[in-house]
């Protein structure tokens, strides 16, 4: 499968705890983004990264909330302290340099109890 | 910011009728969007874009519309089959810096009866 991948696909958390979630991008794309989506919602970006560069970040995400692409290829987005408020869908997209087309992975759906 | 409204938020048709969706967006700037259908429990698929510098553009029964002076665009699907049920979002993007941010409407669950 040469698409995006996200793992888990699925996580259960207690509140209080961390989670990490893993993006695998398609291999030749430089840009990788990440998004949070709730029922009836669209995908609301996070945090957008080109190569390993992370060159933007929502004002809307918190600070429990840090994102990596160290070696500018897969993806760590983590939550620290999760609250019933995080519950959500993590959607992780990658485009390439030459054009703005972003091709979504399936999601790592959170439940924080 | 960019901010986009998306219209209706459900739409119900029968199979074989036209299905339109709205979104307007706020920003001059944005020059790209992009359509997205996500079925249940799916990742969200690209099925159609359009470019600032295009009217019009159509692929099979779908087909995308921009006006850019008022600032809105357009998803038309017809003949519409029970297979087309899903959330359809619109997005609008502007180049920031290198950037290529998007902003989503909050989408249209399309049902189509059999």
């Known amino acids: 499968d040469t698409g995006v991948s996200q793992d888990p696909r699925h996580k259960i958390t207690k509140r209080g705890q961390n989670v990490t979630f893993r993006c695998d991008p398609i291999s030749e794309h430089n840009r990788l983004y990440w998004y949070r989506q709730t029922l009836g919602q669209g995908p609301e970006f996070l945090t957008y990264f080109q190569n390993e560069a992370q060159l933007e970040k929502s004002r809307l995400l918190s600070d429990r909330f840090s994102a990596e692409r160290p070696k500018g290829s897969f993806s760590t987005l983590e939550i620290q302290r999760t609250e019933q408020g995080d519950s959500a869908m993590y959607l992780c997209a990658s485009s390439s340099g030459s054009t703005e087309t972003q091709y979504f992975g399936p999601g790592t759906r959170l439940l924080v109890l | ?114």
């Open chain 2, 1 to 114: 910011g960019e901010n986009v409204e998306q219209h209706p938020s459900t739409l119900s048709v029968q199979e074989g009728d036209s299905a339109v969706i709205k979104c307007t967006y706020s920003d001059s700037a944005s020059n790209y969007f992009p359509w997205y259908k996500q079925e249940l429990g799916k990742r969200p698929q690209l099925i159609i874009d359009i470019r600032s510098n295009v009217g019009e553009k159509k692929d099979q029964r779908i087909a995308v519309t921009l006006n850019k002076t008022a600032k809105h665009f357009s998803l038309h699907i017809t003949e519409t089959q029970p297979e087309d049920s899903a959330v359809y979002f619109c997005a609008a993007i502007a180049r920031s810096g290198g950037s290529y941010i998007p902003t989503f409407g909050r989408g249209t669950s399309l049902i189509v009866h059999p």
